[in-house]
């Protein structure tokens, strides 16, 4: 079983930068990849980015492409979203989560583990 821990989510002003840290433990931890998704009020979960794991390979959605960046570190098992000028559309509950096989990165049904969540809230 792997389990998903996000941290890093607080309170900021429109603006500012803000790093996400998802870390993972559990059995041995080899995701094919993994994303990150995010849910503000009242709309629907949606897919802001994600990382093939071994690859490095990183991609993020059009509204925060030049803001947003992943990373990650394979020694810490950990994956980072490193948030810049943020928005105050970025509020939002932050997840991470993780697949064995890589069947689909912006496909949130195809995640097989996730994290319980971290608020971003920015203020405008």
């Known amino acids: 079983q792997v389990q998903l821990v996000e941290s890093g989510g607080t309170l900021m002003q429109a603006g500012g930068s803000l790093r996400l840290s998802c870390a993972a433990s559990?059995?041995?931890?080899?995701?094919?990849?993994m994303g990150w998704f995010r849910q503000a009020p009242d709309k629907a979960r949606e897919f802001v980015g994600g990382?093939?794991?071994?690859?490095?390979?990183?991609y993020v959605i059009d509204p925060v492409k030049g803001r947003f960046s992943i990373s990650r570190d394979v020694t810490k098992n950990t994956v980072y979203l490193q948030m810049n000028s943020l928005k105050h559309e970025d509020t939002a509950v932050y997840y991470c989560?993780?697949?064995?096989?890589?069947?689909?990165?912006?496909?949130?049904?195809?995640?097989?583990?996730w994290g319980q969540g971290t608020q971003v809230t920015v203020s405008s």
């Open positions: 989560a993780a697949q064995s096989t890589a069947s689909g990165l912006k496909r949130f049904d195809k995640y097989e583990y």
């Open positions: 559990g059995r041995t931890f080899s995701p094919a990849t």
């Open positions: 990382i093939y794991w071994h690859e490095g390979l990183t």
